[in-house]
């Protein structure tokens, strides 16, 4: 249930924070589509609570972003988002191989 509130909730956080000149398209062309990449993935936010278990779901489930360039508007916000939420601790995506 907790999983599915923090996706519910990365879903909608991040069409609130779509940029007028990002499409939908534009995400999908960027996105990764390894499979066994998200199998791999899968859980790796467990170990946070909260709101910096929803970022954490948001940034390295979610929305891949350690494979996005780093310019991505959107991950600028949910890296800005879990640092202030988790004490500053560094996503444990940053450290996984992409």
């Known amino acids: 249930m ?3 509130f923090a996706i ?3 879903c909608g956080f ?4 779509a940029s007028p000149g990002l499409s939908a398209l534009d995400d999908l ?9 998200e199998d791999a993935r899968a859980g790796i936010c467990d170990a946070f609570d ?6 954490c779901v948001a940034l390295c489930e979610a929305r891949d972003c350690d494979t996005l360039d780093g310019d991505d508007a959107r991950c600028t916000l949910l890296r800005r988002g879990f640092a202030r939420v988790s ?3 560094s996503p444990p995506c940053a450290d996984a191989p992409a």
């Open 2 to 4: 907790r999983r599915a």
């Open 8 to 10: 519910a909730f990365a």
């Open 14 to 17: 991040l069409m609130g924070a």
């Open 29 to 37: 062309a960027n996105a990764p589509l390894a499979l066994e990449t």
């Open 50 to 55: 909260d709101l910096a278990f929803t970022f």
């Open 87 to 89: 004490g500053g601790a």
